[in-house]
């Protein structure tokens, strides 16, 4: 409860009139004082008790930069009228502050409408409200909070990439880069040492015979047919690998280019998968719909980058997820990553880099270096620097093409 300065002043000099001169009126107006106050702050407590409100109609989920609305109703259940009440809404939403003064008439109810936008990706709480109520006459004001709790999800921004390709298109055969072992190939190329998590049925048992090592078939799919099994995004979120401030951040790159690119490859009826580790783990497996698109929002939604879990760590832990025949898109701001991504395309799948570039943030790791390592190996690499146009820089008409590769896979 909150009196107000004046009320105590004029109480305390109406006493010490009172007592100093002895007046019978001086007295009695002392003591009606006293009587309205305390009539104001019974009829304040018994009116706060019986105000209700909540949050009536708010929307599910927004992106960020996109506007949400939502409504508000509170309800005056007493017998009695309220004077003036402050309805404040306590939310962890940034920059965004839902606020009203009104009157609320006996067995009455008062609603109105807000507007906000999604400013910051992440779950947010709403419809909880700290209430100010003051008293007819103005002398108390009393906060009460009322607990209504509702979520809003703000996804990440996500952005067209028509002209992203996990594998630029090329002839088969003698291309400067091999196409991968697919099963539903026709027609063996060439054979290659078995690697762990290859198909036993796709042994090679003459040359295996001759050399005294397993060898495998590796197939040259068809141009026409081809598609990847499955398409894996995996998000580096290592605690030490990411740089920069605010929105600029290889964070929210990093999560941006995820969900556009989900949203590119499941749009196109893909099945998507998601591998992350931020404050815990996630991971999803390559499916496809309206409704494993928003699983996976809703993850990069809340997904931090405060992981223990190198991203060396990570593909050495759920390597064998990785089929033969499917595409790898490792989004990392990190260096030193060329062992861990030869080791994954050695088990036949198409492994796409998308490097951040961590130096243009504020870091200390360019991505030129790792970059260079990256293409001589006979990957393909996207390069994505502080302040870019996403929609260019992952565009694979304007990237180079790798150089040729004679390690084992290729």
Known sequence: MRIRWPVTVILIFTLALALATGSIMLWRF????????????????????????????????????????????????????????????DTDLPDYQGTAT?????????????????????????GNFIVKVTDPLGFFSVKERIMNKRSIIVYPKSIDLPFFQALPRQEPGASKRRWFTSESGINA?????????????????????????????????????YSYKDIWIVLDMHETAHFGEGEETTEEYAVTIAASLIKKYIDSEKNVGLMASGDKSFLFLPDTGDEHLEELMQALAVIKANSRLTLDA????QEERFEPGSAVVII???????AALRRLAGRSTVVTAVLLDAATFGGDVSAAETSRGLVASGMYVYTVRRGAELGRALDSRFILSPLPYTGMGY
């Open 189 to 225: 190329a060439r054979v290659r040492q078995y690697i762990s998590g290859d198909s036993l049925r796709n042994i090679h048992w003459r040359t295996t015979a001759h050399t005294g090592n397993l060898m495998v078939k590796e197939f040259d799919p068809d141009t026409v047919n």
């Open 30 to 89: 002392f003591i009606f004082l006293v009587a309205l106050l305390f009539m104001s702050y019974i009829w304040m407590r018994m009116n706060v008790r019986r105000i209700d409100g909540k949050v009536t109609k708010l929307s599910r989920s927004c992106r960020v930069g996109e506007r949400f609305e939502q409504e508000y109703t509170f309800y005056n259940r007493g017998r009695l009228p309220t004077a003036l009440i402050e309805a404040r809404e």
């Open 332 to 338: 990392t701001p990190s260096g030193n990553i060329q």
């Open 314 to 317: 990570l593909l050495a832990s």
């Open 102 to 126: 009104f009157h609320l008439p006996a067995q009455g109810s008062y609603s109105w409408r807000g507007e906000g936008i999604g400013r910051r990706r992440g779950s947010y709480d709403m």
